[in-house]
């Protein structure tokens, strides 16, 4: 059951990233500025651990995107023409995609503990919280200016 979560998350993830790839490259540095400032001021991070903790991030979120971007490109089309494929393809398809959130999944376990080496438990454990409340509020602004867009489509 948790492994089917960890699925669905993950192509949630995958949707939404889609979105932000789709939109113009301002929109993406803007959202990653964004981002940083947020992150900056929740974690409230001493210049020194600033010095030591950007570049671990940075390093991070290029990882991410890096593998993301790998999967999107190996297993997105290929999804959507799931119905023409045989039932081999399709297993060899699901092997990667496992392969890919095992990577992920990797990446993340590695990041955590360069961070918590750097900055303290509890700041680690508040980035992550950061994180997750940073991507709430963006999906939440993104679906407030569908809903406004979708308003003005209105006779």
Do not use: C
């Not at 210049?47 to 671990?56: D, G, R, V, Y």
């Not at 995609?97 to 360069?114: N, T, V």
């Amino acid at each position: 059951m948790n492994r089917l979560k960890k699925i669905i998350v993950t192509m949630v993830l995958l949707l939404v990233s889609a979105q932000f790839y789709a939109q113009k490259s301002h929109d993406y540095d803007k959202i990653k500025s964004l981002k940083i400032a947020y992150l900056t001021e929740r974690l409230n991070l001493s210049s020194k651990e600033a010095q030591a903790f950007w570049p671990i991030y940075n390093e991070y979120e290029d990882k991410r995107g890096a593998l993301r971007e790998k999967e999107h490109n190996q297993i997105r089309n290929k999804v959507k023409e799931s119905e023409k494929l045989s039932e081999k393809e399709a297993h060899s398809i699901i092997e990667l995609f496992l392969e890919f959130e095992q990577q992920e999944e990797d990446i993340r376990k590695d990041f955590i503990k360069k961070a918590s080496g750097v900055i303290t438990a509890k700041k680690t454990l508040l980035l992550l919280r950061s994180e997750e409340e940073f991507k709430r509020q963006l999906i939440r602004k993104y679906h407030q200016k569908q809903r406004g867009q979708s308003d003005k489509n209105m006779p």
